[in-house]
């Protein structure tokens, strides 16, 4: 049973859309990462957050909007999306940024850009 | 060369069989290890970390070559439901964690 939920579990959208993933952890962690996962490829880390404040950007591009409102909500805003940005999007969080190994992982967002 | 390097498999062993798998990483200031196991089509969850005198949680064991710079991890008494993929993770800032592409393990009746 995981304590992280996200929202959509699958997503389709154009390269002209605007959408937000949502990523909420029930856990009373303090830190909060967003990942891709494409096939074949191994989980990139996108985004750490620690008690709402940006710690990691991993050189992603601008077209990828975090947004940190507080310690248990997590978004995603996605906007002119490319096509190669399909892929598995995963939330994850730990206790806090000193703990980054022991991660909860959400689902996923499976997010297709056509 | 990448950062963390597994063989992606997959193995296909029988019930019953032991198996083990290996994990190279390249930087040597990397401090902490963990393996994280995920299902197809699910997310990954954390299985064990790896100590550095290496560590047995059941039919699992880890262990931490540090001079060499790989990990292990060895499974006895193979179950059907230890079919999955097994990360390999390395951690060398403590925030940031990198991940390897995986070794899939298939386990056949």
């Known amino acids: 049973e995981t304590g992280v939920t996200q929202t959509p579990r699958h997503l389709v959208m154009g390269m002209t859309n605007k959408k937000s993933l949502k990523c909420e952890q029930h856990l009373g962690h303090n830190a909060m990462y967003w990942y891709k996962q494409s096939a074949k490829k191994p989980l990139e880390l996108m985004f750490v957050?620690?008690?709402?404040?940006?710690?990691e950007n991993n050189s992603v591009p601008s077209r990828f909007s975090p947004e940190c409102p507080n310690s248990s909500h997590l978004f995603l805003h996605l906007h002119t999306l490319q096509p190669e940005d399909s892929a598995l999007y995963l939330c994850a969080s730990s206790q806090d940024t000193l703990q980054a190994g022991e991660q909860f992982f959400g689902p996923g967002t499976r997010l297709t850009v056509l | 060369r990448k950062e963390v390097e597994q063989d992606p498999g997959p193995f296909n062993v029988p019930e019953g069989a032991t198996v083990a798998f290996n994990c190279t990483y390249s930087?040597?200031?990397?401090?902490?290890f963990f393996w994280y196991r995920q299902d197809c089509r699910k997310e990954p969850k954390l299985l064990m970390s790896?100590?550095?005198s290496g560590n047995e949680d059941g039919r699992f064991t880890a262990q931490l070559n540090r001079a060499s710079q790989y990990i292990s991890l060895l499974i006895r008494d193979s179950k059907l439901s230890d079919s999955a993929t097994y990360l390999c993770?390395?951690?060398?800032?403590?925030?940031?964690?990198?991940f390897g592409t995986g070794t899939r393990l298939q386990v056949f009746p």
């Open positions: 957050y620690s008690l709402e404040e940006r710690v």
């Open positions: 930087n040597s200031a990397s401090q902490s």
């Open positions: 993770v390395v951690n060398h800032d403590t925030d940031k964690l990198i």
């Open positions: 790896v100590y550095s």
